[in-house]
C-alpha cells in the first residue's frame, strides 16, 4: 500500500491524473474492500498536510478516482445449459489466491473437481461443505477430493444440504441454481450469479462460517 501512495504523490501537482504505471494498477486491483478503505484514509490524511485547500482537494478526488476505476469488481450473471458458468468457475478456482470455501450439493464434474484439487495443490485453503447423502452418488467426487487432503464437512440429517454457493479470497461470491455436474452444463436449465458486492461477501463468508462449525467433517 505505501508503494501505491508514493506513487500517487507523484501528482500532487496535478489533480486530473491517469494512473498508467501497469505494477501500481495491479495493485490497486489486488486490494479488497477493507484494504481499499484503508487506502482512502492514509490518503486522506496525507492531503491535510497540503497548503493549497484547492491543491489538495483536487489531489484526493484524484487519488479517489483513479482507486475507483481500477479497483477489481465483478457483477456478471449466467446461464446454462452451455458451457459458460463452468468455464467461468474454473477461472475463478484458477485466479484464487488465499481461499475457496464451497457450499455446494453435488460434485461430479471431473473438470471442476480437479481445479478444486490443483487450488489445494498450490496452497490455497480449500473447504468444501456438500450433502451427506450426495457423497454417495454415482461419479461423486467427494471422496477423491478429501483423499487429496481437501476439508470437506457433511450434514447429519434426513433433509438435504442443498446450498450451491462459494466464496473465493473472501471477495468474490457465486451463487444460483447450478450443480457442479456434467448434466447442470449440457442439459440443465441454470442460472449463477457472480459478485464482488461487499455486503452480499460478507454475508455469505458469515453463512459458510457458521455452517462450517455446524457440519461434521468426512
Not at 20 to 41: C, S, T, V
Not at 116 to 131: A, E, S
Amino acid at each position: 500500500m505505501k508503494k501505491i501512495i508514493d506513487h500517487f504523490k507523484l501528482f500532487i501537482d496535478d489533480g486530473e491524473f491517469e494512473l498508467k504505471n501497469a505494477e501500481i494498477i495491479a495493485g490497486i486491483a489486488a486490494l479488497n474492500h477493507h484494504d481499499r478503505k484503508e487506502l482512502r484514509a492514509r490518503l486522506l490524511k496525507d492531503s491535510l498536510v497540503i497548503e493549497d485547500n484547492h491543491q489538495s482537494i483536487t489531489w484526493l478526488q484524484g487519488c479517489f478516482r483513479n482507486i475507483d476505476k481500477h479497483s477489481f469488481r465483478i457483477h456478471q450473471v449466467l446461464f446454462s445449459p452451455g458451457t459458460e458458468i463452468r468455464d467461468a468457475l474454473k477461472d475463478l478456482l484458477k485466479n484464487a489466491k488465499k481461499s475457496v470455501k464451497l457450499c455446494v450439493f453435488s460434485i461430479t464434474d471431473d473438470r471442476l473437481a480437479n481445479e478444486i484439487i490443483d487450488c489445494h495443490q498450490r496452497g490455497v485453503k480449500v473447504k468444501i461443505i456438500t450433502d451427506d447423502q450426495k457423497i454417495f452418488d454415482k461419479g461423486s467426487d467427494i471422496q477423491t477430493l478429501r483423499s487429496k487432503g481437501v476439508d470437506v464437512k457433511i450434514d447429519h440429517s434426513e433433509y438435504h444440504m442443498h446450498n450451491k454457493f462459494g466464496v473465493i479470497d473472501n471477495r468474490i461470491v457465486f451463487t444460483g441454481s447450478f450443480n457442479w455436474t456434467y448434466t447442470a452444463s449440457k442439459h440443465n436449465q441454470e442460472n449463477l450469479l457472480i459478485t464482488t458486492n461487499h455486503s452480499i461477501v460478507e454475508q455469505f463468508t458469515e453463512e459458510f462460517e457458521r455452517l462450517w462449525q455446524e457440519m461434521y467433517k468426512l
